[in-house]
C-alpha cells in the first residue's frame, strides 16, 4: 500500500469516532426547577425569580421598589443569599450561604471574618438603585444550585435573598463590619414553585 493510501485511510479513520455524534452535551435538565422570593423591608417590597434549567446555572431576575423614605437608597447594594429560609427578624437568617447541612462546609457562619464564608457562595454581584429607587437585578450564578446537591439553596433548613443598605466591596477581609454590605434592609424566603 502506498503512503498516501495509509494517509488517507489514518484520517478517515480519526474521523468515524465523530460522525455517529449529532449534538454535544449542554447539561439541558430534563425539568427546569424553579423558586422564588417574595421580598420586604420598611418601605421597600419586590419579587426574585429563580430558575435552573442547565446544571449548576441559577438565573436570578430580581425587581425591587423602594419609598422615598426607605433605605433602598440610589447606587449600589449588596445582595446575598443567606443560609436560612427565615426572614423575620432579618437576623433570623444567618450569616451568608457557603455549603449546606448535608456537610459542604461545615465552617460556614461559625468564625468570623473570611473564615465566616471562605467559599462566597451565596455572593452575587451588587444591586442598581435608580433615582426612583427602582432596582432590578438579572445574573447567572454557578455558585448554588436548585437542584439537589451539596451546593443546593433548597436544602432543609430553606435560604433567604438578602438586601443590604451598603455595596458589597468584594474584599477578602473588610476592615470593617460593613464592607461586605451592612446592615440588611429587606429579605425574602426561597421557595420551590
Known amino acids: 500500500m502506498n503512503r498516501t493510501l495509509v494517509g488517507t485511510a489514518l484520517v478517515a479513520a ?19 426547577v424553579h423558586a422564588k422570593a417574595v421580598i420586604a423591608g420598611p418601605g421597600i417590597t419586590g419579587e426574585a425569580e429563580l430558575y435552573e434549567k442547565y446544571e449548576g446555572r441559577v438565573m436570578i431576575r430580581l425587581k425591587l421598589n423602594g419609598t422615598p423614605d426607605s433605605k433602598l437608597t440610589p447606587g449600589r447594594h449588596a445582595i446575598h443569599i443567606h443560609e436560612t429560609g427565615i426572614c423575620e427578624p432579618f437576623s433570623a437568617a444567618k450569616g451568608h ?27 452575587l454581584q451588587n444591586l442598581s438603585v435608580d433615582n426612583e429607587r427602582k432596582g ?7 455558585r448554588v444550585t436548585l437542584s439537589e446537591g451539596l451546593n443546593t439553596i ?14 458589597d466591596k468584594y474584599v477578602p477581609d473588610p476592615p470593617t463590619k460593613d464592607g461586605p454590605g451592612g446592615p440588611r434592609i429587606a ?7
Open 187 to 193: 429579605c425574602g424566603v426561597i421557595v420551590k414553585e
Open 97 to 123: 450561604f457557603d455549603g449546606n447541612e448535608y456537610g459542604a462546609n461545615p465552617q460556614a457562619n461559625i468564625s468570623p471574618g473570611l473564615a465566616n464564608h471562605p467559599y462566597h457562595l451565596g455572593d
Open 14 to 32: 480519526a474521523f468515524v469516532p465523530l460522525v455517529g455524534c449529532s449534538s454535544y452535551y449542554t447539561g439541558k435538565q430534563e425539568k427546569a
Open 154 to 167: 433548597l436544602d432543609m433548613d430553606g435560604s433567604a435573598l438578602v438586601i443590604h443598605e451598603y455595596e
Open 136 to 142: 432590578s437585578l438579572y445574573t447567572v450564578t454557578s
